[in-house]
């Protein structure tokens, strides 16, 4: 039996869960492992896409809903309603590329903030599906780094802690009413 998530991609007036911003502590904390895939879990990934759609994002992390698991949902191609979300379940990056490429990210706990990031091009990816089941896939471009974006959350990392242009990350953190000194820098 394979346990896929219906969930129709619209934006709902009173999304399901609550996002958590730049500032609050619970984005800061690492996520602990799930230990098993039941229905609590699945209702809570049917609640997380419901919420990032209903913001008008690509990915979702649930420390970003206040949830402290290893837990991530993805959508790339949100206007896409033949496209199923990926589902993952205590993601585990295997290998990464040797090319990186710059990109603009923008997160739904910064809202109106959009600044270039560097990543790896391609990843490979080890997780649990919503079915419990151990899966690998192989990603890259838009995908890859949606979910390293959204691994980063379950780390405690935000994508403005990987911006290196200091100066316009205080400008457009300032601009959006974000405070420069919740950037933790990463090396």
Known sequence: MTAVIEVEKK?????PLS???LGDRVLRQPAKRIAKVDDSLRELVRQMLQTMYSEDGIGLAAPQVGMNKQLLVVDADPENSAAPPLVLVNP???SYSDELVTGQEGCLSI???YLDVVRPTAIEVSFKDEAGK?????VDDLVARVIQHEMDHLSGVMFVDRVENAIALNQELKKHG???KD???VS
């Open 111 to 113: 809202p109106g903030v």
């Open 92 to 94: 585990k990056i295997v």
């Open 19 to 21: 996002i958590h911003y």
């Open 183 to 185: 950037v933790k820098k």
């Open 11 to 15: 934006k709902l007036k009173n999304p």
């Open 134 to 138: 151990p899966r690998k896939l192989k």
């Open 178 to 180: 974000f405070e420069f």
